[in-house]
């Protein structure tokens, strides 16, 4: 039911990537020790707000009370992980919290992220559908060596190239960043 959903609400190059992302969070999860069965949910559904245009995600977001701070409005397409949670709770059918935080911080993080949650973040990242870019083969041996060292890379890497092309980097980011690197340092 829920891929047939998917299959019918994504794009064929998004329904792939999540596809991918489901497999990559289910083998990540064996490896880190986290429920598969939630992993692999979770990666599933990531991106089930991610195909609605901008201001379809707006009026969604209206619609089920997500309060957006100044850069989610000006960034509507941030939007979607945070309206993906939603979403799930609401079309199809997921209340477990854990499995709805992963949707909702797969692509900011925040702070002391849940391992389910550097799971999907990490797996959206990495997925083997993912167009190369520079970092990814790096991030890619990380995520099964230290998960906290790939969202490190990671993040940096994302910060460093919104910055380039003149992006507003979410606050949340580079909380998450700041988190792990201290917790890395205790």
Known sequence: MINAKLHSVLTPKRYKHTQGVAQ???QLAKRYGVDPDKAYLAGL???CAKC???????LLCEKYNLVLDNILKSQPDLTHSFLGAKIAEAEYGITDNDILDAIAYHTTGRPNMSMLEKIVFIADY?????EYFE????VRELAYQD?????IYSLENTIKYNKKKNRIIHPLGVAALEYIKEEKNE
Request: zero cysteines; glycine letters at 4%; proline letters at 4%.
């Open 52 to 58: 609605y245009t901008d201001e379809e995600k707006l």
């Open 147 to 151: 998960i906290n060292k790939a969202i």
């Open 126 to 130: 990495i997925e083997p559908n993912r």
């Open 24 to 26: 990559e969070s289910l």
């Open 135 to 138: 970092g990814l083969d790096k």
């Open 45 to 47: 559904l990531h991106d």
